[in-house]
């Protein structure tokens, strides 16, 4: 099994900037793809980037430009930058990871992100 805890979400003022961790624990080897999604209230959970185990990247639209994923293998952690942050992009975010190919097979239990006017 594979247990992913998230740290760093905070309240910040539009335009402000942070940083999200993830640390991965147990049988990583299975995890070829590592990710953040999101959940604002009332809205479905939304994919905001992922790093597959080549480093190549993908990210949503609406966070292309802002947003940065990475990650540190020999601390089994994967971050998420965020600048130029929008009320927009509060929400809950969720660390995940799986295989190459499906759907997320592990979550974290989210960290909030609030960003004021």
């Known amino acids: 099994q594979v247990q992913l805890v998230e740290s760093g979400g905070d309240l910040v003022q539009a335009g402000g900037s942070l940083r999200l961790s993830c640390v991965a624990s147990g ?4 995890i070829n793809v590592m990710g953040w999604s999101r959940q604002a209230p009332g809205k479905q959970r939304e994919l905001v980037a992922l790093i597959r185990d080549d480093d190549s990247t993908a990210y949503a639209e609406s966070v292309k430009g802002r947003f940065t994923i990475s990650r540190d293998n020999a601390k ?4 998420l930058q965020m600048n130029s942050l929008k009320p927009e992009d509060t929400a809950v975010y969720y660390c995940n990871g799986g295989p190459r190919q499906g759907p997320p097979r ?4 989210g960290t909030q992100v609030t960003v004021s006017t």
Do not use: A, E, L, P
């Not at 049988?27 to 299975?30: K, R």
């Not at 592990?106 to 239990?109: D, E, L, T």
């Open 27 to 30: 049988s990583t080897d299975s």
């Open 76 to 79: 089994n952690t994967v971050y």
């Open 106 to 109: 592990y979550w974290g239990q």
